[in-house]
């Protein structure tokens, strides 16, 4: 299991990456990238997100 | 390949926004090569922000408000409890302005080159290393890479901040302490004075925070809403919600969409490591109780850039002669984050009932005082025995925050 970004949906903030605690997500400027190595699905991602942009899956 | 650019920057700040840009004003101004470094392709641009900015916070930075970017002049607020009841504080003086911040930043940034500082944008910086003294970075540019080398980083880069973490300083935020943000700047809409803030209250409304309306002229406004981050909910469902049933703003046209994760909990304990200072979001400089950090980030930049002049000066860029740049910050506004983080706490423990009755009884005055932990003996007094008598549980909560000496 890995946390999955929706770019459909995702506004580009970098609250998910800021609650990330093993820095598994990196926001660039157009796009989230996540290390599904460094994730471990905690969710604390899918919480913060504003939107609904992030999914464990 | 290792081709890093041969000139050594004094500093190299990382994030362009206002706490970065202050702190590169600052450098520039003491003459001292400094380069700004954002992943962003504009600056100000997308904005994760109400963009509200008091008059004490122009004066205390000794800025201007210019036409341009303080587009909105506010003379006051309006705090509405779930039931519809308000309690309202209007001025004849300008307390403050919405600011356009795209315009604000782009400002700061002219002013900042002009004063000799670099900027560079869209320069992603994906690696940061220490050698020999100095800081390596390693900055994804377009399809290349290229290599950069300071004696020291001032980390601005938000709450995504990322480059402090690479050089062993935790930014991480705790889900607790950092709420969910998300705005729209709308307009055609109506239904409310253009010259206050206005803050609606409510458990169903925005669990743990707030829906705010910021005015920014000509029935335009950004209006949005921050919650607690554990909430099951998302922000934007709660707004949404919210604006469903609001009959000035439902046919609004939406302008903008903004998001945003905001770190409530305090200030970083620690600001600094080797070669290294944080301030704004990164170093979670932001109000506990109404979540604005524009005038607080500038401060942190500007009070970051003077200990890193005396470092310069002192050709010493350990964490030991950086950290007196986290002591002067929580000598001079440690103080007043106690005070406000116990006005946080004492807010989300209000329920529906409790901001009805609130709003009915105390005056703007008392609930600033309350909000800033600065009531009197007097005030308490008044409060418990006049006002909050009636409602036993809702004292038994002001009294334990009334009485609480965490100072």
Known sequence: MSVKNNPNKCLYCGACVGVCPTQAITLKDTRIEINKEKCVSCGACVKICPVGAMKLE | MFDAEKKIWEVIIVGAGPAGLAAATEMAKAKTSVLVLDRKQEIGCP????????????????????KEWAVQEIKGAQLYSPNGKSVKMKKKKVLGYVLERKMFEKDLAINAVKLGAKILMKHQVVNATRENGLVKLEVEVN??????????????????????????????????????????????????????????????????????????????????????????????????????????????SIIEVNAGGIPVGGFLDKMTADNLLVAGDAGHMVDPIHGGGIGIAMEGG?????????????????????????????????????????????????????????????????????????????????????????????????MKYFNDKTE
């Open chain 2, 47 to 66: 904005k994760r922000c109400a963009e509200g900015l008091g008059n004490g916070w122009f004066k205390r930075l000794k800025l201007k408000p210019k």
């Open chain 2, 143 to 252: 399809d290349s890479k290229k290599y950069f080398q300071t004696k020291m980083i001032i980390a601005c880069d938000g709450i995504d901040s990322k480059v402090a973490r690479m050089l062993g300083l935790n930014t991480k935020n705790n889900l607790k302490d950092t709420d969910a943000g998300y705005q729209y700047e709308m307009t055609g809409i109506t239904g409310y004075d253009e010259n206050l803030l206005h803050l609606y209250f409510g458990t169903d409304v925005a669990p743990r925070g707030y829906i705010w309306i910021f005015p920014k002229r000509n029935k335009t406004a950004n209006v949005g809403i921050g919650i607690g981050a554990y909430e099951e909910k998302t922000a934007k469902y709660y707004l949404d919600k919210w604006i469903a049933n609001q009959e000035g703003l439902k046919n609004g």
């Open chain 2, 302 to 398: 500007k009070l970051a850039a003077k200990h890193a002049l005396t470092a310069i000066k002192k050709k010493d860029y350990s964490d030991k002669q950086l950290n007196a740049y986290t002591k002067d910050w929580f000598s001079s506004r440690g103080k007043e984050l106690m005070r406000r983080l116990k006005g946080r706490h004492l807010l989300e423990q209000l329920s529906n009932d409790d901001f009805n009755y609130l709003a009915e009884s105390i005056t703007m005055d008392e609930a600033l005082k309350i909000g800033n932990g600065t009531l009197t003996a007097k005030d308490k007094v008044v409060l418990g025995t006049k006002k909050l008598i009636k409602r036993p549980g809702l004292l038994k909560i002001m």
